[in-house]
């Protein structure tokens, strides 16, 4: 089973609340054209945090997202690679690198 993953270099828009999934991935794990909405769950080394997938062509982490930002005290440049390790109850395993830049 191909579970998948993909990686997103921290923008400044990501810091709002939500974060939209790269399409080729939302496309292969989602209903695409389909109104989709699914509890899921992000979780590091450390803790886990409750979001919401929603999208019909797009798809976005939406409540909880901002938690897990803040939790994690992401920063522009951090690279996140979130990997899907239960495609049922959607739980993505998330690890963050850090920004070589100082901000």
């Known amino acids: 089973m ?20 790269p399409c080729a991935f939302g496309h292969r794990h989602m209903k695409k054209g389909q109104k989709f909405e699914k509890e899921a769950t992000v ?3 450390r803790a886990s ?24 005290e992401l920063r522009v440049g ?5 990997e899907l390790i239960d495609e049922e109850e ?6 963050i690198n850090p920004s070589l830049n100082e901000v």
């Open 2 to 21: 191909d579970r998948g993953y993909f990686e997103v270099v921290m923008k400044e828009p990501f810091f709002r609340k939500m974060l939209s999934l």
């Open 43 to 45: 979780q590091t080394d």
């Open 49 to 72: 945090w409750p979001v919401v997938i929603r999208g019909y062509d797009r798809f976005k982490f939406r409540n909880g997202w901002g938690e897990f930002v803040r939790a994690n």
């Open 78 to 82: 951090d690279v996140c690679r979130f």
């Open 90 to 95: 959607f739980i993505f395993k998330v690890c």
